[in-house]
């Protein structure tokens, strides 16, 4: 464990604390592509509170996305490598239009593949934010 994870691991409420409040949307899956958690950012993204995604397949929940994204998420958590992807789609709180969404894809070493993670940003209209956490 490098340095820096050690000093992590001695900090759970700074962690938590970032999960929650940062203005970055993200989620945690878990390899079923079922949400373990997201954040409130995540939540605003997807329309729907954070507690409708827990234990939620991915894609129920947001069945309006390009299914390249589940293969895509599906890749990193096979292989373990980072992997940066445009997802197209709606989600429930979508304009008519299509939404673009950038994510990079992160999957723990695979002694703890149990959880995937994605982070990205959201390129829509001009504004950015940023999107999952896998």
């Given amino acids: 464990m490098t340095e820096v994870a050690q000093g992590l691991v001695h ?71 980072p992997k940066t992807f445009l997802v197209r789609g709606r989600t429930p709180t979508s304009p008519p239009s299509l939404r673009s969404y950038a994510f990079t894809g992160i999957a723990p070493p695979a002694s703890t593949r149990a959880l995937s993670y994605v982070a990205g940003s959201q390129e829509d209209g001009g504004s950015s934010q940023a999107a999952c956490r896998t």
């Fill in 11 to 81: 900090h759970e409420e700074a962690i938590l604390a970032a999960f929650l409040e940062l203005p970055v949307a993200i989620a945690i899956l878990d390899c079923d592509l079922r949400f373990v958690a997201v954040n409130e950012a995540m939540a605003v993204v997807n329309g729907l509170p954070p507690g409708e995604h827990v234990g939620r397949l991915a894609t129920e929940l947001l069945p309006g996305l390009d299914l390249a994204t589940w293969d895509a998420l599906r890749d990193v958590i096979a292989t373990g490598r």
